[in-house]
């Protein structure tokens, strides 16, 4: 059961709707090369729809956080933020719930900034709309206008919560370049991209990754802990079946001359079978009983305090669990009992 939650866990992680696009997204380490170039050179290549620039990556590690004040006022609040050009945000599919993106001006958007919706409630705004042009001081003393508000998404990881997020225009910081790729084979589009990246001056490797595959990568450490627990899982069934069958086997052997006799006496094979399995039974009922609301609730505590954002464990994780003990169990002890309730009677009494 607990491998099963982990699995689903896993999936669940990797397949959950972050708030933004992540198929055909190439993300590519700029390094030394100037985000500029870099952004004209690469939006050449026919494959390449697109080019967004970013200090950080989405949904990925954490973003850095900064303490934003209102002009006048000594109040203030901790926001993540990330900086990135006009681009990033109709790059990624983001959607804007009020305002506007940046534009082509990178004077004009020096002075403005995008926040989510967690920043306009936690200044108590009415709504996203009220929110468009306020000013706020950043913690270099620049004072910023909020030009547009984004729908709330995962900028950080699952193990964390949303909250209050902001971007910023600062090239300065500019990282990784956001490559929208054409669907179909990418081995051609990497050829070239590599060609191109020595050719405006990159020195070091080129380094890139889907944006699939990161997020991936990211909750990589739920296949480690499948993998852990599914070794000491199979130890533990192992042994625990290995029991089963000694007193399955050591109490039907002791009851053979009560089996030949009932058989003698008219007994079917299906009604000897029941008689010797239901104590076992009984005590397969009666583990299950203990053990999956134990395993319920330690998952409910573990995963929520590895993961806010987490499946909720339900029939799927208790039935396919309850199924494959049951089936590894029931397996177990109808071998003996089966042959013991099919053996020949006499040959039993015989030997008494």
Not at 117 to 142: C, M, Q, T
Request: with cysteine; net charge neutral; glycine share 8%.
């Amino acid at each position: 059961m607990a491998v099963i939650i982990m699995i689903r866990q896993y999936q669940y992680s990797i397949n959950y709707d972050f708030g933004f696009e992540q198929d055909n997204v190439l993300d590519v380490e700029l390094q030394t090369i100037n985000p500029h170039i870099f952004e004209h050179e690469y939006g050449t290549i026919p494959s390449v729809k697109k080019v967004s620039l970013s200090s950080h990556l989405l949904g990925i590690g954490s973003a850095p956080e900064q303490y934003v004040t209102i002009p006048g006022k000594v109040d203030s609040i901790k926001a993540s933020s990330i900086s990135i050009n006009e681009g990033f945000i109709s790059n990624m599919e983001l959607e804007l719930v009020a305002g506007k993106d940046f534009g082509l001006s990178s004077i004009e958007n020096s002075s403005e900034i995008i926040v989510n919706e967690e920043f306009v409630k936690r200044w108590n705004l009415k709504d996203p709309y009220a929110a468009i042009n306020k000013a706020f001081i950043l913690p270099n003393g620049r004072e910023v206008r909020i030009a547009g508000v984004v729908k709330d998404f995962h900028y950080s990881g699952l193990n964390t919560l949303i909250g209050s997020f902001f971007f910023e225009y600062d090239p300065a910081k500019f990282k990784f370049a956001n490559l929208k790729l054409q669907p179909g084979d990418l081995s051609g589009t990497f050829v070239a991209m590599t060609r191109l990246w020595k050719k405006i001056g990159g020195e070091g490797n080129f380094t890139s990754q889907l944006f699939s595959d990161q997020i991936k990568d990211a909750y990589s450490f739920y296949i480690t802990i499948m993998k852990l627990w599914g070794f000491l899982g199979f130890l533990a069934i192992t042994v625990a079946c290995l029991d089963l069958l000694g007193s399955v086997s050591f109490t039907t052997k002791k009851r053979f001359k009560e089996i030949s006799i009932r058989k003698v006496m008219g007994a079917s094979s299906k009604n000897l079978v029941l008689l010797l399995s239901k104590d076992f039974l009984l005590l397969m009922v009666i583990a299950t009983f203990i053990t999956i609301p134990s395993v319920y609730f330690l998952f409910e505590y573990l995963l929520t305090s590895i993961q806010p954002y987490s499946i909720q464990i339900g029939i799927i994780e208790i039935g396919l669990g309850l199924i494959i003990t049951m089936v590894l169990g029931l397996s177990t002890i109808l071998s003996q009992t089966m042959k013991a309730a099919n053996a020949n009677p006499v040959d039993n009494l015989r030997n008494e």
